[in-house]
């Protein structure tokens, strides 16, 4: 059988996710970014239509980032890679550089999603701009 | 549904299961593939005649949970005070914890996963031959979707249903009956259609009626729904329907 179709506990989440007015951002369990909604376009600066999904090697760069004070962040540190390598919840304040060009202050915390049967299907992020 | 090698595999365990058990002679096993634990689908279960006879081995499979076996969950249901017999007085039956994949069972191939509807809940696609027969009772693959559908990655299902011979599918409201019962976990006769042609099957069972449509009521709704001109073909779920696939 062949698979085109997302986990409906991923399809499920898409359409909660775009209900909502907190900015969400999905990838799948091998890192590819698979949605990220409406209320999250204006913080990372494009409309998802625009970029459609990214592949994890496409993600690397794709947005600038840094800590509060404008240091390096290690890929390894970064929220969504934490959930994603280490399957669990991950939380940090950092700068990133939106497409737009503008750089925002935001907290990340990103979560593994398991599904039934132990099945690890990928990361939800979600993120709010605070004050510089 | 009864497979090449003549092995009986029912699909969830309705109210049907004790005329169907009546009917059933000289079977050493019977697999029962359950999609879910809502009452229509598991009431049969204790009724059905060769749970209770020593000579037949009975395999009933269902949706896996974080927290309980399909035996345990089972077991609240068949227990006292709700049936005066035990799961564990039926040494003759095994219960497997279903999670999403393919395994097989005598030849055929049933390939699980978990569709939207409430509480978690299995859809099954069953391939043997070529052949391909899907079952998904309890589905709103509709759900939260803005226009529906959109494409087969976002939509629940489409794996299971792509290219089956045989689809069964849920059909329990009409359009106007679907929009007062948005996520309750069942289609609508235009999600229904939509979702037959994106998986390109060649013939729609609708099935799982709304109890409160009369016979003249789907009479005339099949009637709406073959003339629609669809590229497959329409039939309707009925009791003691034969399909050979």
Redesign the interface.
């Known amino acids: 059988?062949?698979?085109?179709?997302?986990?409906?506990?991923m399809?499920?989440l898409?359409?909660?996710a775009?209900?909502l007015a907190i900015p969400m951002w999905m990838m799948d369990e091998a890192g590819n970014l698979i949605y990220y909604n409406e209320s999250a376009e204006g913080l990372l600066g494009v409309q998802f239509d625009d970029v459609g999904p990214m592949a994890a090697e496409q993600l690397v760069g794709a947005w600038n980032v840094t800590q509060l004070d404008g240091s390096p962040v290690p890929d390894y540190d970064f929220p969504v890679v934490v959930a994603l390598s280490k399957r669990k919840p991950a939380h940090r304040a950092v700068r990133f550089q939106g497409m737009d060009g503008e750089w925002r202050a935001v907290e990340v915390t990103a979560l593994p999603i398991e599904?039934?049967?132990?099945?690890f299907l990928g990361v939800l992020a979600t993120f709010w701009e605070v004050e510089d | 549904m009864v497979g090449k090698k003549g092995r009986l595999l029912v699909l969830d365990a309705g109210s049907g299961m004790r005329a169907l058990g009546a009917n059933v002679e000289s079977v050493e096993r019977v697999d029962v593939l359950i999609t879910h634990l809502h009452m229509d689908h598991i009431q049969g279960l204790p009724f059905f005649a060769p749970l209770h006879d020593p000579d037949t081995r009975v395999d009933v499979w269902g949706p896996i949970s974080t927290t309980q076996t399909l035996k345990e969950r089972l077991n609240r249901y068949l227990s006292p005070p709700l049936f005066p017999l035990r799961v564990r007085d039926l040494s003759n039956v095994d219960f497997h914890d279903v999670p999403p994949g393919t395994f097989d069972i005598d030849g055929i191939q049933v390939t699980a996963d978990l569709v939207s509807h409430p509480g978690p809940t299995l859809g099954y696609r069953l391939e043997e031959a070529g052949r391909v027969l899907t079952y998904l009772p309890d589905h709103e693959p509709a759900l939260g979707m803005h226009n529906f559908p959109k494409s087969p990655e976002w939509t629940s299902g489409y794996d299971l249903a792509a290219g089956a011979d045989l689809l069964i599918h849920d059909s329990q409201y009409t359009d106007e009956e679907y929009s007062q019962r948005i996520g309750w976990g069942h289609s609508s006769y235009t999600h229904l259609l939509a979702f037959a042609a994106m998986t390109e099957v060649s013939t729609l069972m609708t099935f799982h009626h709304d109890p409160d449509h009369s016979d003249q009521k789907l009479d005339e709704a099949h009637e709406r729904l073959r003339a629609t001109g669809q590229d497959y073909e329409i039939v309707p779920g009925t009791h003691g329907a034969i399909f050979e696939i």
């Open positions: 059988m062949a698979h085109q179709q997302q986990p409906v506990e399809i499920l898409r359409q909660l775009s209900y599904g039934q049967g132990g099945r």
